[in-house]
Every structure is written in C-alpha cells, then in structure tokens.
T-cell receptor, first 114, second 113 residues
Framework: DAGVIQSPRHEVTEMGQEVTLRCKPISGHDYLFWYRQTMMRGLELLIYFNNNVPIDDSGMPEDRFSAKMPNASFSTLKIQPSEPRDSAVYFC????WGSGGELFFGEGSRLTVL | AQSVTQLGSHVSVSEGALVLLRCNYSSSVPPYLFWYVQYPNQGLQLLLKYTTGATLVKGINGFEAEFKKSETSFHLTKPSAHMSDAAEYFCAVSDRGNTPLVFGKGTRLSVIA
C-alpha cells in the first residue's frame, strides 16, 4: 500500500514568494496532520483535520500560513508571503480513528527560503 | 497539557553496547506512548507504542520500552547496538489516542565501530 505522499521533496524559493506544499494521506485514514521540524523547536504541530474539517489550527504561526483539505485524499499547506524563518522540513501525517493514535508520516518537504 | 522530555540530545554508544534513550512524560490522564525513529532525509517511522496492557513493549529492530507509571517514564532500550541504529529517536505522548501526538525534542544516537 502507498504511504503518505508529499510533494515537493525540496523547495528553494526567495523571500516573498508563495509556497504550496502538498499531501496525499493514506487511503481510508480520517485524520491528517501537518507538522514542522526545525533544529531549534523540534517537531511542532501546525494544524490537523478530521474528515476534511480543520479541528485545531492553533499551531499555525501566523496568518501567512493556511491549510486546506478539499477532499479526503488531498491537503495543501500554503505560505504567502514566505520568509527565511519559515525554512524547515514540513511533514504531513495521517491516522485512522481507533488505531491507538499511531501516525504515519510522509517523507517531508524541505523548504529553504532565501 | 501533555509534554515529553527526552534527556540528552545526543547519545553515543559503541557497537554491541547497550542502548538506553530516556523519555519522561507529563499527562493528566492515562497516556498512550510512542517511540519513532527518523533516518536522515526521511520521515518518522514507528518503533513501538504503549496503549494499555503489558507495560513492557517490544518493537521493531530489537528495541523495547517499559512504561513505568510511578516514574512517568518510557525509556527505550536495545541490548546490543548496531551501526544501522544510528538515527534520531523521538518519544511522543497522546491522551489515550484522543489527541494529536506531542513529541519530545529528539535524541540523536551515534554508534561507534
């Protein structure tokens, strides 16, 4: 079975540009999570969805960040405008209610903002 | 609110030696506890998890962890380190699986030949 698929794997952009990260969760999973990983702050939860509905976005750092899940098989995380401090690895993960909370992670999108 | 503390950001062991990575948690309700491993340029993979029942949990690649409620700990061990164990290890906690995982800062394990 395919795991969580993220794209792009690497993104280099200039400050002020719009960045869109994409995620396809595991088929049948009803929860989707976006995490950000940095050396300084570790893994931070940005937002999560249940059945395509955002449940908690309190981890989204600023209004420059937005996330959508238009259907059960696709989610986006958008940063507009991007800043150098947004440079990080962004992970998408999915899970199935009743499975004991286990998360299945994608391989991440490494973002570098110059 | 739940939290996780991993003692030691970097642990170095010799090949064949015991691996011990420490994790302490804080939770107001019975926790679900997890250990994940991250190899360079990859996502996180589940090593093992504790939900209910037996407090000694066995995972993949010879790792195991023991849930000790009285010590609020969930330390990860492996009797004999292998070079392929070199990676970043993350401990995480959830409120009985009802809340998103909260991760510790991670411990980087180096294995010396």
């Amino acid at each position: 079975d395919a795991g969580v698929i993220q794209s792009p794997r690497h993104e280099v952009t200039e400050m002020g540009q719009e960045v869109t990260l994409r995620c396809k969760p595991i088929s049948g999973h009803d929860y989707l999570f976006w995490y950000r990983q940095t050396m300084m702050r570790g893994l931070e939860l940005l937002i999560y969805f249940n059945n395509n509905v955002p449940i908690d976005d309190s981890g989204m750092p600023e209004d420059r960040f937005s996330a959508k899940m238009p259907n059960a098989s696709f989610s986006t995380l958008k940063i507009q405008p991007s800043e150098p401090r947004d440079s990080a690895v962004y992970f998408c993960a999915s899970s199935l209610w009743g499975s004991g909370g286990e998360l299945f992670f994608g391989e991440g999108s490494r973002l570098t903002v110059l | 609110a739940q939290s996780v503390t991993q003692l030691g950001s970097h642990v170095s062991v010799s090949e064949g030696a015991l691996v011990l990575l420490r994790c302490n948690y804080s939770s107001s309700v019975p926790p679900y506890l997890f250990w994940y491993v991250q190899y360079p340029n990859q996502g996180l993979q589940l090593l093992l998890k504790y939900t209910t029942g037996a407090t000694l949990v066995k995972g993949i690649n010879g790792f195991e962890a023991e849930f000790k409620k009285s010590e609020t700990s969930f330390h990860l061990t492996k009797p004999s380190a292998h070079m392929s164990d070199a990676a970043e290890y993350f401990c995480a906690v959830s409120d009985r699986g009802n809340t998103p995982l909260v991760f510790g800062k991670g411990t980087r394990l180096s294995v010396i030949a």
